[in-house]
């Protein structure tokens, strides 16, 4: 296992705002988490290479390659972050320093963990800007920051963070201010980049079209639980938990050509209520009155089910479960 | 004779020199009334731009606007407030577009004030808050107090207290909750039926533009590359721009 | 004049902090200095401010052409040197507290104006300023009850921070025999008549110094608590969502 979570809390004063038991991340796989506003995802994915706010407390653990990164001090991080762990965030123009050169924020980011004579340190930033696919790789080494579009933005920011050969890429909200056609090409990147050098891949957004196209496992956060976890086309087309379920029909795509015509006006499928702020999360299952299929077993914390890699934590799932003896339990 | 209409528009931000691209170039739109209009293109495409345009908060420099048949330099000139009343806007950052040092009875309450110059009674404040699915008990409050999707119904409110013909909707739903954007384009959509009114939405999102309106307008770099029915435009148009807008959205959008 | 009682050291008894070159009180004459200083100051400022705030609000809500026009207009009066006009103010109508007074004002206007200019401008930028044009608020009333409320904390800031300014040009002004006239008392007139007696009485020209340096210092950091207290309020760009 490339990564490893488990029992993993982060709080902040009162507030629990990740609570994910189980989640696992084999080499150069690629994991989706999906959740809206308040769902813990991004501190997960900040708290993994110690970046989480330092009012927060990190309990639990995060076994990355075999080695535990909870209780890591920021010196030890530092050699993590780079080498081990590159990451890309949502707004390329405000990570990229506007007064540097582009050449020489890659080439910082490599000099940082590996000396290299100069010539050669120019080489591999050449080197990384066509493998990120920004063509005239060499006359952008001069030019700044504000000179190039967004999708180039970001493909610099995932050059800088590929460049010291990283075995786990985090993604936080890549895509998210950039248009759709440049998207498109984003996420085809990142899906070569990690095939071609066996990276795995954390991508964390709300877009669940995006996390569609882009992962082979999905988790699914509602209020800083993981709720749901397993193989992608399983979670979306199959999912067990009630909020994938209601999330999923809450967010329809563009229907096919023949049934556009149909769709339009018609009312879209919503879940009751709204994602209550971090002192209003109901005992519990978090996801108390918002779901339509609750039950009063549901004032109990729901156990996690665990079905051949595919697991949930919902006392009254969507769909029925099989237990290894193969009898379909429908009560459960 | 369209609600909406305009003829060879160009606009450009004023104070550039004067060789500076236009930022609206040469457009042509009808928009019926009563009909809901998608209006979709990239960023910097000019829709936000467009919609000012349309609703009379700017003024082009070049070519004709007419709103229900009159000029809009005309209406500007010798009846604003009549073209405020018929055309107000829903902003897509409902936070932002609230002063955060009102409460949300007197923020509602603004169009009345502005526009008919007279303070609305209770009952038609109730009223507004029942249309949108909102209880007085909000109405003392500030909106840092309130959840994003209660403040864009309290946007959508503001904007319909003066009985407007159209209703411009720009990214209504990209800065909400997954969860809570159906709940607030449904009720656009029932707003819609009900009272008759015009719907003109930006969007980034085609699935969502897809949903809610029947014309679509495609624009791209300032100009309008396709306008007409949603549908026919979505599955076969032959603009080369158009099926490459598509087809990366329907790659990003889920399909389940 | 009571000649006996001429150039008393401090702690003489009646007499805190001694008498001047006539026999008069330090301590009353401070007093006095204090009164016409600030009447002087609290007037010009807070006249500088609203008129200078006004004209800011005006340059921020108009179109470009007439805003590069009046801000460079502006930035010519600001660059007009304080001091040389009240010279020119107290020769053509003659010195005293209305001389410095009109002088103030003048240099302050400019300062005033500018400072405002870009924090109204940024919250004419903002969404809900937008949206009340939207539904029909005319220019004036958005500046008056949407940009004013919220440039409101930075104008009393402004006040603060100018107020202490005025103090000082007001004890200069003085100094230089264009400010108050005798027997009006100012604290920049005892220094000047402090000056030729450094040697027998030393402290004459403590006293009011120190009164000078105690005001300017204590309203400049009052400005600086107020602003730190009043700042995380105002016109916040970070997104909420």
């Known amino acids: 296992m490339m990564l490893e979570i488990r029992d993993l809390k982060v709080t902040i004063g009162p507030f629990t705002i990740v609570d994910i038991e189980r989640l696992t991340l084999p080499p150069a796989r690629r994991l989706g988490i999906v959740g809206e506003s308040g769902s813990g995802k991004t501190m997960t994915a900040m708290s993994i290479i110690g970046l989480q706010p330092n009012e927060a407390v990190v309990t639990g653990s995060i076994r990355f390659n075999g080695r535990e990164l909870v209780g890591l001090t920021d010196r030890d991080f530092s050699e993590v972050r780079g080498p081990e762990i590159g990451v890309i965030f949502q707004d390329p123009a405000k990570a990229l320093n506007p007064m540097m050169q582009i050449g020489r924020q890659v080439s910082e980011a ?15 930033v050449v080197d990384l800007l066509t493998q990120v696919h920004l063509r005239d790789a060499k006359s952008l080494l001069r030019r700044y920051p504000h000179q190039l579009s967004g999708g180039q933005q970001q493909r610099v920011l995932i050059a800088i963070a590929i460049a010291c050969d990283p075995k786990l890429l985090i993604a936080d909200e890549p895509t998210t201010s950039l248009d759709v056609t440049v998207q498109n090409g984003i996420l085809n990147l990142i899906r070569e980049l990690s095939a071609s050098r066996n990276m795995s891949l954390l991508f964390v957004t709300h877009d669940l079209g995006v996390i569609q196209s882009i992962s082979e496992m999905i988790a699914v956060v509602y209020g800083g639980q993981m709720v749901e976890f397993g193989p992608a086309d399983q979670v979306i087309n199959k999912p067990f938990h009630q909020y994938t379920h209601a999330l999923i029909s809450a967010n329809p795509g563009i229907a096919e050509d023949e049934h556009l015509s149909e769709v339009v006006n018609q009312a ?24 339509v299929a609750e039950t009063e077993k549901c004032a109990q914390s729901p156990e996690t089910v665990e079905l051949d890699s595919h697991l949930f934590r919902c006392w009254n799932p969507i769909r029925a479960v099989t237990d290894t003896r193969g009898v379909t339990d429908v009560t459960r | 004779m369209s609600l909406v209409e305009a003829r060879g528009l160009h606009f450009r931000y004023p104070g550039r ?72 806007i829903v902003f897509q950052s409902p936070r932002r577009s609230l002063d955060p040092r009102m409460t949300i009875r007197r923020s509602l309450g603004e169009p009345v004030r502005a526009i008919e110059r007279r303070i609305p009674s209770d009952e038609e404040i109730a009223g507004w808050l029942e249309r949108v699915g909102l209880k007085d008990e909000i109405l003392p409050r500030y909106p840092h107090q309130l959840s994003g999707g209660q403040l864009q119904r309290v946007g959508v409110a503001r904007a319909l207290s003066v009985n407007p013909d159209v209703l411009y909707a720009d990214e209504p739903t990209s800065a909400l909750d997954v969860s809570v954007q159906a709940q607030v384009l449904n009720l656009l959509m029932d707003i819609r039926a009900q009272l008759g009114l015009t719907l003109v939405m930006i969007s980034h999102d085609l699935a969502v533009i897809s949903r809610t309106c029947e014309q679509i307008i495609v624009m791209k770099d300032g100009r309008i590359i396709e306008a007409g029915p949603m549908t026919e435009i979505l599955s076969c148009s032959s603009d080369p721009y158009t099926t490459s807008l598509v087809q990366s959205a329907r790659m990003v959008s889920l399909k389940a | 004049m009571i000649v006996a009682e001429r150039l008393l050291p401090p702690g003489t008894s009646g007499y805190l902090l001694g008498t001047d070159k006539f026999g008069r009180d330090v301590v009353s004459q401070l007093m006095a200095g204090a009164r016409n200083s600030f ?12 008129i200078g705030t006004v004209f800011g609000l005006l340059i921020a809500g108009s179109g470009i052409w007439s805003r590069n026009i009046f801000t460079r207009l502006i930035d010519m009066w600001g660059s007009l040197p304080g001091i040389l006009i009240a010279l020119v103010l107290a020769t053509s109508t003659g010195p005293g507290n209305q001389a410095a007074i009109i002088s103030i004002i003048f240099w302050f206007i400019p300062i005033a104006a500018r400072t405002v200019i870009g924090p109204a401008r940024q919250i004419l930028a903002l969404d809900y300023v937008e949206a009340a044009f939207a539904y029909g608020r005319g220019k004036w009333y958005v500046l008056t009850r949407h940009v004013l409320p919220n440039i409101g904390p930075l104008v009393i800031v402004l006040v603060t921070i100018l107020f202490a300014s005025a103090i000082l040009i007001e004890a200069a002004l003085a100094f230089l025999g264009v400010g108050a006239q005798p027997p009006t008392a100012s604290w920049g007139r005892l220094l000047q008549e402090s000056q030729p007696l450094l040697e027998r009485a030393p402290t004459l020209m403590f006293f009011p110094g120190v009164a000078i340096v105690l005001t300017v210092l204590g309203f400049n950091l009052l400005g600086d608590g107020l602003r730190i207290i009043l700042d995380p309020q105002q016109s916040s760009t970070s997104e909420i969502l």
């Open chain 1, 110 to 124: 490599i000099h940082l963990h590996m000396d290299l004579p100069k010539r050669q340190l120019r080489e591999r």
């Open chain 1, 268 to 291: 879209l499928n919503t879940i009751r209520g709204s994602v209550p702020s971090l002192d209003k999360f109901p005992s519990g299952c978090r996801f108390r009155g918002r779901c």
């Open chain 2, 17 to 88: 020199r004067r060789k500076q691209p236009w930022t609206l170039q040469d457009l042509n739109l009808d928009i019926e009334r009563g009909s809901s209009v998608g209006v979709v293109g990239e960023s910097g495409s000019g829709k936000s731009t467009l919609v000012r345009i349309l609703c009379g908060l700017m003024v082009h420099q070049r070519g004709e606007v007419r709103f229900d048949g009159r000029y809009m330099k005309d209406w500007l000139h010798s009846d604003p407030r009549q073209i405020r009343r018929q055309n107000q």
């Open chain 3, 39 to 50: 009447y002087v100051s609290l007037l010009a400022t807070t006249v500088a401010v609203i």
